[in-house]
């Protein structure tokens, strides 16, 4: 047991010495203590209690921050969102839409239509951040579109299912057995009555009887693009009617200047007839 006696010295640095003495009277410790202390114990006391309510108080919200459901929950989403965006994945696919978009282009030069060209394809974002993203999306969303919008009005694959009996250029003349023609469109073989379709969006700019052509249907598809459907039977459209790619346009047949029932297709292209086979295929 160890009994505790208490003596005030008072000195320049104010302390006060406290002897703990044992009872056996071995082992004896003297302790100093500032003076101040003894003296006002119960003010410090209360500071000290004031400060460690503090400390849990601070200590509590800490706690009730970190594990209150709205923290769970934000840490949750972006934990998803770090997950679900990897950032060089993104970089990779968009690398491959602008290649894509690249390759489009050219296959759209191939046909002459240069002025669809999309500017700056291939690599305006070589390099960006995931902050970039929305900004991205919305680039490409724009580019997207604007394919979308040529190839509705370019006149792309077949107006008839039939098979190609007379290529575009130079041709024997069919009326007349020595003489060459220039062929200035394609002749799809078909029976009279088969469906003809129109291959792109566009507006009705004739539909009626014109020369050689027969029954003859033009459509005008803006950008200069224009088609032509010769020796029809029957035509379903009239002038000025707006019409949709596969809209069914009439029926083939054999008016006009021609040896047999066919469908005569033209693609008129700034006022010049282009050969239609590079507008068959993509
Ligand atoms: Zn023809």
């Known amino acids: 047991m160890l009994n505790l006696s208490v003596c005030k010295i008072s000195g320049l640095k104010k302390k006060t010495s406290v002897l703990l003495v044992d009872n056996s009277g071995k082992d004896n410790q003297l302790i100093q203590i500032p003076t101040r202390l003894l003296l006002h114990w119960k003010k410090y006391l209360l500071v ?41 994945k993104v970089k990779e696919s968009f690398k491959e839409i602008d290649e894509s978009i690249y390759r489009i282009n050219g296959f759209l030069d191939a046909r002459g239509l240069h002025d669809f060209k999309l500017a700056n394809s291939g690599g305006e974002y070589e390099d960006f951040e995931i902050t970039d993203i929305n900004e991205i999306s919305e680039y490409y969303e724009n580019k997207i579109h604007k394919i979308e919008n040529t190839l509705n009005i370019t006149p792309l694959g077949l107006p008839v299912s039939g098979e190609i009996s007379s290529e575009f250029g130079y041709r024997q003349n069919p009326f007349g057995a020595y003489s ?103």
Do not use: W
């Not at 004031?50 to 989403?77: D, P, R």
């Open 48 to 88: 000290f209690n004031v400060l460690v309510i503090l400390m849990f108080g601070i200590l509590a919200l800490i706690i009730y921050q970190k594990t209150s459901t709205h923290y769970k929950e934000k840490l949750a989403q972006a934990n998803k969102v770090k997950s679900l965006i990897d950032l060089k």
């Open 180 to 282: 060459t023609e220039q062929h200035f469109g394609l002749d799809f073989r078909g029976k009279i009555g088969d469906p003809v379709r129109a291959t792109a969006h566009g507006k009705v700019e004739f539909a009626g009887v014109k020369g050689g052509y027969g029954n003859c249907i033009i459509i005008s598809h803006g950008n200069d693009l224009k088609t032509l459907f010769g020796h029809l039977s029957k035509i379903n459209v009239k002038p000025g009617q707006h019409i949709k790619i596969g809209d069914y346009i009439g029926q083939i047949g054999n008016t006009g200047r021609s040896s047999g029932p066919h469908l005569h297709y033209e693609i008129i292209q700034n006022n010049k007839k282009v050969n239609p086979k590079q507008y068959l295929k993509l």
